[in-house]
């Protein structure tokens, strides 16, 4: 069987060599409730407070809280719901259009709860298009929800502008920030641009399934979404995840220092290999290597051949790319992320996700690109007519 | 006393000196649709007896897919002679009932005391003194409490309806062409229903159709194979032919000669499998292939029987087959079928056979088939 090369790490990463060894002694020895009051528990509470220590250092937040949570979309729901439940003032919250259903998903409920929701628009590279978001920005504002780094395109956005904006025309609004696809690969500060929440998830960072966390300021107004026993200063219910979250601490401290810059790399090449090889190849979001290009997330058109017959294809050769987003491509419907930077329908039919991580290297790059390259040559020939 | 399931059979009835060949078929059907729940199958007497099952409820839903039964009673088995009891009985079963109810009893021993008006009457009377809340209907009642003295008296209530038709491999055996989208699967299942063993045929276009299609494909045939006693799938690699297709024949005749291939890959396959007809789920005018002239087109390739027992029928009427035989769902699933890359833009709608056969005839058919029944992966589900 064919090497099997993997670029589908928005979608989930493998769990590194660490994390495996450590969930392996975690199973052993960190299964105890950390509530208990006898010792095994109390070391187990403690390995979780360096776990959380490492959380709030890798995003700036020294000092602020981090609630457990499993996973990115809980972190997201409680930011945004737990927040709007806990506050009087009713106003407007503005959501980047572009966001993950994660965060979407949400806007029923904020609409049913009394507040006015409109979107933050992105221009043709995916990026929040700062013009027409200082236009909507006004005192109503009560909150702005955006995504550190979009997961399809890899588009990092101006996080910092948006702060700085907001502290000139709406100081009260709270900034939400959905920081899934962004933590560890792209710097983070949350002290420097006054943010008020941060979501992350472990999955991501090749740490596990079902593990993740929200950090957010002290003063931070957050009413639980899950009801319980009080554990998580009571902001979240329910006998802690203790091997995730231990496994999550481990994914972080292990994170390599020049990871991202070697991903930034791999792509630069894969960009400039495809760019070589296939005739007609469009980019779809910032140009590699732009400030507003996270480093890990590739994503073209390789018209006319449709991004589900080269995912196959590539598969048959051992590669597994994702078309667009793999968390929607269930539902086989154009990606309205691609179409909102004004992206034919036809052209984000046939986009395809590459997505990196650190243990990639430069060989597995070229042999992707060959490999696109040779199917590249055969499928577009057999396209619609 | 004890509780057991009583199965009636339907059209089996009406079979003459062969009764004994459907009959024996049938309880094999039944005994092995029973078989993860323990217990006994017999058949005596007109019906066949399911007893000391480990799971009535789920033995008798299992009971109920198999072809060839008409319905499944929950029956309360005792002794005959003490008429006292099975009114005692007859008064437990029908204590939390509410509404109109008729009791019909029928002996078939015939030397019992008392016969099937009096049983009636009696019963009846006992009843309605015990349970007020119940009143007599005989012509539209909520409930029938049925009596049968055999060798045993048999009471019960509560009746769920089989699946009807004929044991399955009664009728012979037949290859389905199952595409994966609604109407394949419906068309096997009525042929399945007059009792014919299926085998299904599917035409897989990597990569232009995915595994998790192909698993579709499988998840069908599974949930056909409940019906249908298992199904053999023949898997065809078909990628080369459509490209070929593609690449050298007009694109407004490309569906029915793809069309074509498929019938004469499934009669190859028929032959290998031994069956006697193609089914196929094809319904007059539903799309371009299968207008009256397409279909004859279609036809002509292949010399085995072909079966279309949708063919009458409106999308609407079998997505509700579909539902209620549990495919509709599966069929949803929103995986690529290997037509929409290779779909012409204006098909032509009344072919003329000899121009269909003119365009093919630059394709080497033979060589074509035969290297895609080489390929051929065979899953038994």
């Known amino acids: 069987m064919t090497e099997r090369i993997y670029l589908d790490n928005s979608a989930t990463t493998m769990p590194s060599a660490f994390v495996m060894a450590c969930v392996d002694r975690c199973m052993q020895e960190a299964w105890y409730n950390p509530s208990a009051l006898y010792r095994p528990a109390m070391i187990v509470q403690k390995s979780m407070d360096e776990a959380r220590r490492l959380c709030l250092a890798a995003v700036d937040a020294e000092g602020e809280q981090c609630v457990f949570t499993s996973g990115g979309t809980e972190a997201d729901n409680l930011a945004i719901l737990g927040h709007l439940q806990r506050i009087r003032q009713k106003g407007r919250v503005l959501i980047y259009q572009s966001e993950h259903p994660a965060v979407t998903a949400c806007i029923p409920e904020i609409e049913h709860m009394g507040f006015q929701v409109e979107t933050i628009a992105p221009d043709h590279e995916g990026i929040v298009d700062l013009n027409r978001l200082e236009k909507q920005m006004g005192t109503d504002v009560v909150l702005m929800v955006i995504m550190q780094v979009n997961n399809e395109t890899g588009a990092i956005q101006p996080i910092q502008d948006i702060a700085r904006l907001r502290d000139q025309k709406c100081p009260d609004a709270a900034i939400h920030v959905d920081g899934v696809q962004g933590f560890l690969r792209v710097p983070f500060s949350m002290h420097a641009l006054n943010i008020q929440s941060y979501a992350l998830s472990g999955h991501k960072i090749h740490g596990l399934k079902g593990t993740g966390a929200l950090i957010y300021q002290k003063q931070y107004k957050l009413a639980p979404r899950m009801l319980g026993g009080g554990q998580e200063m009571g902001v979240r219910s329910g006998t802690e995840n203790t091997i995730g979250i231990l496994a999550l601490g481990e994914a972080i401290r292990t994170y390599p220092k020049e990871a991202n810059a070697h991903m930034c790399n791999l792509k630069h090449v894969l960009y400039d290999a495809l760019r070589e090889r296939v005739p007609g190849l469009r980019l779809n979001g910032p140009e590699p290597g732009s400030a507003a290009s996270a480093p890990h997330i590739l994503n073209v058109s390789l018209c006319p051949v449709r991004s589900q017959t080269m995912m196959f294809a590539l598969e048959g050769d051992g590669i597994l790319v994702s078309a667009g987003s793999a968390c929607s491509s269930h539902r086989q419907k154009v990606s309205p992320v691609l179409t909102a930077m004004g992206i034919s329908p036809m052209e984000a039919d046939c986009a395809i996700r590459f997505s990196l991580c650190y243990s990639l290297t430069e060989r597995d790059i070229q042999t992707v690109a060959e490999r696109v390259q040779s199917q590249y040559q055969v499928l577009a020939k057999y396209t619609r007519r | ?381």
């Open chain 2, 1 to 381: 006393m004890r509780k057991l399931l009583l199965v009636r059979y339907g059209e089996i009835f009406l079979k003459g000196l062969n009764r004994p060949y459907f009959l024996k078929a049938l309880v094999e059907r039944v005994r092995h649709a029973t078989s993860a729940y323990g217990g006994n199958v017999w058949l005596h007497d007109g019906r066949i007896f399911v007893s000391d099952v480990t799971d009535m409820e789920a033995c008798a839903s299992k009971i109920a897919r198999v072809f060839g039964v008409h319905s499944i009673c929950f029956a309360v088995e005792m002794e005959k002679d003490s008429f006292d009891a099975i009114c005692d009985q007859s008064v437990e079963m029908m204590r939390d009932l509410h509404g109109t109810f008729r009791v019909n009893a029928r002996r078939s021993d015939k030397k019992y005391p008392l016969d099937s008006p009096k049983i009636n009457a009696e019963i009846g009377e006992r009843i309605l003194r015990r349970c007020a809340q119940l009143k007599v209907d005989l012509h539209h009642p909520d409930h029938i409490l049925a009596v049968e003295i055999r060798d045993f008296c048999y009471l019960y209530v509560r009746i769920i309806p089989g699946s009807g038709g004929m044991p399955v491999g009664t009728n012979g055996k037949a290859m389905l062409l199952l595409s994966g989208g609604i109407d394949s699967p419906v068309a096997g299942y009525l042929i399945a229903k007059r009792g014919v063993k299926i085998s299904a045929v599917h035409f897989h276009s990597y990569p232009y159709t995915s595994d998790r299609a192909k698993e579709k494909v499988l998840d069908l045939a599974r949930i056909l194979s409940e019906y249908a006693c298992g199904i053999k799938v023949y898997i065809v690699p078909f990628t080369e032919i459509q490209m070929q297709i593609h690449e050298k024949c007009p694109e407004e005749y490309s569906t029915l000669i793809m069309r074509r291939f498929m019938m004469r890959i499934a009669q190859n396959c028929a032959e290998l499998d031994r069956a006697q007809a193609l089914i196929t789920g094809e319904s007059i005018g539903q799309v371009a292939s299968q207008t009256m002239e397409a279909l004859q087109t279609t036809n002509a390739v292949v010399s085995l029987p072909v079966f279309r027992p949708l063919i009458g029928s409106d999308k609407s009427d079998i997505i509700e087959i579909a539902e209620k035989i549990g495919t509709f769902e599966t069929s949803s699933l929103p995986y690529e079928d290997c037509c929409t890359v290779f779909t012409p833009r204006h098909p032509v709608t009344r072919p003329k056979p000899d121009r269909v056969a003119a365009a093919e005839s630059v394709l080497d058919a033979e060589e074509l088939i035969s290297k895609a029944m080489a390929g051929i992966e065979i899953v038994q589900v």
